[in-house]
């Protein structure tokens, strides 16, 4: 059997929160790649551009494994591990805090505000959770279990130390984790609740929006009325699995999209953030058993949706 190899540690620090990339130069089996330069301008000539990777290459940005900046004409090598910095890009603040709902030695349970990503991805890199709790807690080896969507306020399970985090990731990926949302949608009264939704929805790359389909189900929630008045309601809502945006995909398909959708059940064009009008989604409690001392714990968010307000 192959004996997979061991990757080294990062040989620089993180900035504001957020670990260097790490990449690994491939196979070349045509010969490509003379230089390291070579290699890197056509990986990300899309992305920085030639110059942008040559200027980073002249300032020693990228550099090996021992930490030494790596010179644009050194030979290409496949298999060598590079590390560099990408240059943040000038983010708005979300005008909001992140609570921290339970801390311990192994965990961190977050209640993360609507409009803040989960990790960096994308044009939200330091607005994120991760970077802003690393940053504010002092815990820079600190890893999300599992990803909550940007627009979606609540509950977010992170893990302190990296060999601890299979585990609780594995509780997401079997579906070992009990997961509790509410939501403010309009009101239906010819809408019989409770009701279990199952479908199959895709969600292509480039698309902003997933959809649903003919086929096989790959998606199930359970949706509940807690309350209604003023032609809205309050809805609790149990997701069994975990497909992307599945539960405002449910409820638009229920005739109910949630109050402040941006997507459901029309894109609307991007613009300006509007702090005053969030998605109104909660991920309210997560509850499962510890994968280390075996007892049933469960969480609930201090924060609450003013939908109904």
Do not use: C
Request: charged residues 30%; proline residues 8%.
């Amino acid at each position: 059997m192959r004996r997979r190899t061991k990757t080294p540690p990062a040989p620089l620090p993180q900035r504001a929160g957020v670990d260097p990339v790490r990449l690994r130069l491939p196979a070349d089996p045509e010969g490509a790649w003379a230089t390291v330069r070579d290699h890197l301008a056509g990986r990300y000539a899309g992305a920085i551009g030639a110059a942008r990777v040559d200027a980073m290459l002249a300032e020693g940005r990228f550099v090996g494994a021992d930490g030494v900046p790596v010179g644009g004409d050194e030979p290409y090598t496949a298999g060598r591990y590079l590390w560099f910095h990408r240059d943040l890009p000038a983010e708005e603040r979300v005008p909001f805090e992140i609570g921290v709902v339970h801390r311990d030695e192994r965990v961190v349970v977050a209640d993360k505000p609507h409009f803040l990503a989960t990790t960096p991805r994308g044009r939200h890199v330091t607005e994120t959770a991760l970077a802003r709790l690393r940053r504010e807690l002092d815990l820079p080896w600190l890893q999300p279990a599992h990803r909550l969507d940007r627009l979606t306020a609540g509950l977010a399970l992170f893990v302190v130390r990296p060999e601890d985090r299979g585990a609780y990731q594995t509780l997401f990926r079997d579906r070992l984790v009990r997961k509790e949302y509410e939501a403010v949608a309009a009101y239906d009264p010819g809408l019989a609740l409770p009701v279990t939704v199952r479908s199959r929805i895709v969600k292509e790359r480039g698309d902003l929006a997933a959809r649903e389909e003919a086929g096989e189900p790959n998606s199930e929630s359970r949706v509940e009325l807690l309350e209604h008045r003023g032609g809205l309601g309050r809805y609790r809502l149990v997701p069994e699995t975990g497909r992307t945006h599945q539960l405002r995909v449910h409820m638009n398909a229920l005739g109910v999209p949630i109050l402040n959708d941006p997507l459901y059940p029309v894109v609307r064009e991007e613009g300006p953030e509007d702090w005053t009008r969030p998605l109104q989604l909660l991920a309210r409690t997560l509850e499962f058993t510890d994968p280390f001392t075996g007892s049933r714990t469960s969480f609930t968010s201090r924060l609450t949706l003013t939908g109904l307000d």
